[in-house]
């Protein structure tokens, strides 16, 4: 499959391999799915209860490897049954298994918007902003980003609590979380210019950042903060040119 043969007509006795306790051919075998699914429709019902049975693992390795292909297997037929194992992984012990399942459900939109509006994931997005861990914080905003960008409806309402909780994450998640949760503070509108100057000393330090996309993000954020700052009657502005 990896150099480019067609091994599609190995799908059924590749789906029999799901039921195995080794992990790495558990990964190979899911890979094979991912890759064949939308040939295959009809066999690919047949790894269903699969899915469904790994999502209940005790490791939650394999509870985000199921959730996780179950996104990625693009395939009408089964995202009805995606829904449940989804459900139970976004309120998942595991920080991993939630923050796969963050994704996912971007995944799923994709297939099926009015599926995810009427099961409520949107809202457990929303919801998820909120999580303790700051890596579940950036995969929530990554998917919430995501699903504004198809449907053209804003997703992430930003109030002063949610920018805080964001703007906590921001110093302890990955540097491309830190993009994605910066692109999310560009829609955030201060209450006046304390607020404003609040968020911007926040971001700052983002402008020492190795990674360039963090700097750009950071950028945009300041710059959209600085127009409620019209006075500078405490001198916030002339050290903060200097920085920039």
């Known amino acids: 499959m990896t150099v480019g043969h067609d091994v599609a007509s190995l799908f059924p006795d590749v789906v029999n391999c799901m039921q195995t306790d080794d992990m790495e051919l558990k990964k190979l075998v899911y890979l094979y799915l991912i890759n064949y699914a939308k ?3 009809d066999l690919t019902l047949m790894a ?15 509870r985000a490897l199921a959730v996780r292909t179950m996104g990625c297997v693009r395939v009408d037929k089964i995202t009805e049954y ?18 796969t399942s963050a994704v996912c459900v971007a995944k799923l939109y994709d297939i099926s918007p009015t599926l995810v509006e009427e099961r409520g994931f949107i809202d457990t997005l929303q919801d998820m902003i909120s999580d303790a861990n700051p890596m579940v914080v950036a995969n929530a905003i990554a998917a919430l980003s995501e699903i504004t960008d198809m ?3 804003v997703m992430v309402d930003l109030t002063s609590s949610s920018v ?9 998640c990955t540097e491309w979380g830190q993009v994605f949760i910066l692109d999310s503070l560009v829609g955030y509108q201060p209450k006046d ?51 920039l």
């Open 193 to 243: 210019a304390k607020d404003a100057e609040s968020v911007i000393e926040r971001i700052l330090p983002r402008l020492q950042h190795a990674n360039c996309a963090v700097v750009l993000g950071a950028m945009k954020v300041i710059l959209k903060q600085l127009r409620c700052v019209q006075h500078d009657e405490d001198g916030f502005l002339r050290p903060l040119m200097n920085k």
């Open 164 to 172: 805080f909780k964001l703007l906590a994450a921001l110093n302890e």
């Open 82 to 99: 995606l829904c449940d194992p989804l459900e139970r992984c976004l309120k998942d012990n595991d920080p991993y298994v939630r923050k």
């Open 151 to 153: 449907s053209g409806k």
């Open 48 to 62: 269903v209860n699969t899915f469904v049975k790994d999502s209940l693992d005790p490791s939650p390795l394999i």
């Open 39 to 41: 040939t295959q429709p």
